[in-house]
């Protein structure tokens, strides 16, 4: 069992950035890849990106490459999404969620993907 938390989800103007923090609690935290996601209003859950359990791999969407990085402290039991030169267009509700290797790639199908409750970030123009 993993249970995440989200945090650090605010109001910016475009070109700012924020810093979103997961934080979980349970056993084995290094056993997780874990993932971000993010849903716009009226829109479908989209990936935002991953990372490998002992955080040697890092994925990315192509809206967020280069603007986003995803660290993450195993001794902190934490991940991080770092979000820089923000857009309106990144305006969402963001998700954190932990699961076995590359589990992001078909969360739909997978029964064993834990979820967070989410952090609001909106981007102003």
């Known amino acids: 069992q993993l249970q995440l938390v989200e945090s650090g989800g605010g109001l910016v103007q475009a070109g700012g950035s924020l810093r979103l923090a997961c934080a979980a609690s349970?056993?084995?935290?290094?056993?997780?890849?874990l993932a971000w996601f993010r849903q716009a209003p009226g829109q479908e859950r989209e990936f935002v990106s991953a990372i490998t359990g002992n955080g040697d791999t890092a994925f990315w969407s192509y809206s967020v490459k280069g603007r986003f990085t995803i660290p993450r402290d195993n001794t902190k039991n934490t991940v991080y999404l770092q979000m820089n030169s923000l857009k309106p267009e990144d305006t969402a509700i963001y998700y954190c969620a932990g699961g076995g290797p590359y589990f992001w790639t078909n969360v739909r199908a997978d029964n064993n993907v834990y979820w967070g409750q989410g952090t609001q970030v909106t981007v102003s123009s």
């Open positions: 349970g056993r084995s935290f290094s056993n997780y890849a």
